[in-house]
């Protein structure tokens, strides 16, 4: 059986100062660093580009639980994803793709997502 967590968390800190506002739907996520609570282990979707993959720009469609482009656990709980933008800036938008209903695969019982505006 194959499943991805049932519960995922996903956490914003930025630090600095304030910068300028950027341009609507500017992706101000691309290529910032992060961390991970728990390294990926889902074995469809691993290789060693999984700790630049959440922030490379690069959306993955279709069959995405099985392409190398995506980054994917199983049985854990919970994911804890930190993403340090680098500065404080404003977060219009938080986008996140999964998947469910097959194969044993259930939803995600909650995302939650914390920003922050200096480091701490």
Excluded: H, K
């Excluded at 959440?54 to 804890?80: E, H, K, M, R």
């Excluded at 993403?83 to 259930?106: E, Y």
């Amino acid at each position: 059986m194959r499943w991805f967590p049932t519960a995922a968390v996903l956490v914003m800190a930025v630090g600095g100062q304030a910068t300028e506002s950027p341009l609507p739907g500017e992706n101000v996520a691309r290529g910032a660093s992060y961390a991970m609570s728990v390294a990926p282990n889902y074995e469809l979707s691993m290789d060693a580009g999984d700790g630049e993959q959440l922030t490379d720009g690069v959306y993955t469609d279709a069959w995405f639980w099985s392409q190398l482009s995506t980054v994917g656990w199983q049985d854990q709980n919970p994911v804890i994803i930190t993403l340090d933008l680098g500065s404080v800036m404003p977060i219009r938008g938080v986008s996140l793709n999964t998947a469910a209903g097959a194969s044993g695969v259930a939803w995600p019982r909650a995302v939650q997502i914390f920003t922050a505006d200096q480091e701490g």
